[in-house]
């Protein structure tokens, strides 16, 4: 019988009761450090004191009106986005897949109203992911995401991550954009150089296209930059934002510069709860926090940490790890052949660490923006722990 949930997730058998900062405590009684932060979404932490504040103080005043009317908050969201962006403007929904839709759309309508309508066609990455609406998933093009949802979606052409020559060779007289992570999260935690978006963001200029990042889960802080683009100077004309913008509030942005919007007037697209009073509260409240002076610093500061943890055990246990990868809080640690990464993560999380899995066989650490050092040396000795004892198959089988 079909469970009353439709049952589209692999559930790990463990529900929360509550958490704390860094901390998870489970319906079992059990303690978890949680370095996986709800994907990227719990980007300080759990319970916050300065979300909890804003949340609850929003909740007692005004939670949703429409956007037929304005919404103060809204715009004083939009401003801070724009003043440290690339971006004059800002759109807000609910979720990361709309933020990229919001932003495709931009693609096509900018080329309708600049007179080519006929470039429509945008370029993506292999092994992308850019959420789970119809079209998002026809935009990652992963045989994995679109299996039995067909007929296709048109309109996305797809080359390897990080290879300019063939994003290049695959530009026809249709192709009106290019969609591409910063930092690819599904897809195994793999960061694209500062020179490969140097050189999207010249072909860009070159072929009259747009250019669009999907900083969904690398944005808002996670490399220790507000968004991971600002690394490279190459800034695009449309990203999209999710995961950390509202910290555990559902919300979705997708921004842009003016010449990219400039067909989106009134009644070009929408959104009932997008950028409501409540949900725009607890963003404030998260940009308070990652804007205070030193914040960013200190996420640099422990990443440096996090990553030299994660060297350290490809060291010690060669057979089981065998590679570092990401940028700042959002790392990768890649699992050696036969080690899957799945039980790896399974395993810690029995040891009381909660990881997240990704391609390429890498169990994905994206924790709260906040971990001190002396979270990073917890979680370091419970993976050095489950490492130690890891069954040797090779051992095993003689
Ligand atoms: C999570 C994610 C999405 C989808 O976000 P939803 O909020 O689940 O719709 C899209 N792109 C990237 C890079 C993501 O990490």
């Known amino acids: 019988?079909?469970?009353?949930?439709?049952?589209?997730?692999?559930?790990?058998?463990?529900?929360?009761?509550?958490?704390?900062?860094?901390?998870?405590?489970?319906?079992?009684?059990?303690?978890?450090?949680?370095?996986?932060?709800?994907?990227?979404?719990?980007?300080?932490?759990?319970?916050?004191?300065?979300?909890?504040?804003?949340?609850?103080?929003?909740?007692?005043?005004?939670?949703?009106?429409?956007?037929?009317?304005?919404?103060?908050?809204?715009?004083?969201?939009?401003?801070?986005?724009?003043?440290?962006?690339?971006?004059?403007?800002?759109?807000?929904?609910?979720?990361?897949?709309?933020?990229?839709?919001?932003?495709?759309?931009?693609?096509?309508?900018?080329?309708?109203?600049?007179?080519?309508?006929?470039?429509?066609?945008?370029?993506?990455?292999?092994?992308?992911?850019?959420?789970?609406?119809?079209?998002?998933?026809?935009?990652?093009?992963?045989?994995?995401?679109?299996?039995?949802?067909?007929?296709?979606?048109?309109?996305?052409?797809?080359?390897?991550?990080?290879?300019?020559?063939?994003?290049?060779?695959?530009?026809t007289p249709e192709t009106g954009g290019i969609l591409i992570e910063p930092v690819q999260g599904e897809g195994g935690i793999v960061p694209a150089s500062d020179e490969y978006l140097q050189g999207l963001r010249a072909v860009a200029e070159e072929f009259g296209l747009l250019l669009m990042y999907d900083e969904i889960q690398c944005g808002m802080g996670r490399t220790g930059k507000l968004f991971a683009y600002q690394w490279s100077g190459a800034a695009p004309d449309i990203m999209a934002v999710a995961k950390g913008i509202g910290g555990g509030f559902p919300v979705g942005a997708c921004l842009a510069n003016e010449k990219a919007a400039v067909g989106m007037v009134a009644g070009s697209h929408g959104s009932t709860y997008g950028g409501n009073p409540l949900a725009m509260a607890v963003a404030n409240g998260v940009l308070d926090v990652m804007l205070e002076k030193g914040f960013l610093a200190r996420v640099n500061k422990i990443a440096h940490v996090l990553h030299e943890a994660l060297e350290k055990l490809v060291g010690e246990f060669p057979k089981i790890f065998v590679e570092v990868r990401g940028r700042g809080l959002m790392a990768g640690l890649r699992c050696a052949e036969g080690v899957v990464n799945a039980d790896m993560v399974a395993t810690l999380r029995t040891a009381g660490l909660l990881t997240a899995g990704a391609g390429a066989n890498v169990v994905r650490f994206v924790p709260p923006l906040i971990i001190t050092e002396e979270h990073v040396a917890e979680a370091a000795g419970i993976i050095e722990g489950v490492a130690a004892s890891w069954p040797d198959k090779t051992k095993a089988s003689g």
Not at 34 to 49: K, Q, S, T, Y
Not at 98 to 122: L, S
Not at 139 to 155: E, S
């Open 1 to 171: 019988m079909i469970p009353a949930v439709m049952p589209t997730y692999n559930r790990a058998d463990l529900a929360f009761e509550r958490g704390e900062g860094v901390y998870l405590y489970g319906e079992n009684g059990k303690r978890y450090l949680d370095f996986m932060a709800g994907i990227a979404v719990d980007a300080l932490g759990h319970a916050h004191p300065h979300l909890v504040e804003v949340l609850t103080t929003q909740a007692q005043k005004l939670w949703h009106v429409s956007n037929i009317y304005r919404i103060p908050d809204q715009e004083r969201l939009a401003e801070r986005l724009v003043a440290d962006s690339f971006a004059d403007t800002v759109f807000f929904g609910n979720s990361g897949a709309e933020a990229v839709e919001c932003g495709i759309k931009i693609i096509r309508k900018y080329h309708d109203a600049t007179g080519n309508p006929g470039k429509y066609r945008i370029i993506c990455a292999t092994n992308s992911f850019h959420g789970r609406t119809l079209t998002t998933i026809f935009a990652a093009g992963q045989d994995k995401l679109v299996d039995g949802f067909g007929p296709p979606v048109p309109g996305f052409d797809h080359v390897p991550f990080g290879n300019l020559n063939e994003l290049r060779a695959a530009i």
